[in-house]
């Protein structure tokens, strides 16, 4: 079994920051994300880590979103700085541990507005 605790989402003006945390326990893993769903919109990726180290970001992210993890406590992070009103989506963590087995969060509200 593994759980899955998020923070960090609430409301922010455009050009603001948040930070969304997460923390998995449990089991081993491999990978730890974010990703997010506006309403009538498909769920996408926001931004991924490996194990190793290595990142993958949404095109719309690159250079305001920062994602990184701590393997010794099974954390991740989402730095988002520079934010719009087209982030608003609720922001769920993934996890894939060896072998497979995908796990989410409860998702957390981000909302971007004036």
């Known amino acids: 079994q593994v759980q899955l605790v998020e923070s960090g989402g609430g409301l922010v003006q455009p050009g603001g920051s948040l930070r969304l945390s997460c923390a998995a326990s449990?089991?081993?893993?491999?990978?730890m994300g974010w990703y997010r769903q506006a309403p009538g919109k498909e769920r996408e990726l926001v931004a991924a880590?490996?194990?190793?180290?290595?990142?993958n970001y949404a095109d719309s992210v690159k250079g305001r979103f920062t994602i990184s993890r701590d393997n010794a406590k099974n954390t991740v992070s989402l730095q988002m700085n520079s934010l719009k009103p087209e982030d608003t989506a609720v922001y769920y963590c993934?996890?894939?541990?060896?072998?497979?087995?995908?796990?989410w969060g409860q998702g957390t509200q981000v909302t971007v507005s004036s």
């Open positions: 993934n996890v894939v541990i060896w072998g497979g087995r995908v796990y």
């Open positions: 449990g089991r081993l893993i491999n990978l």
């Open positions: 880590t490996t194990a190793g180290g290595a990142t």
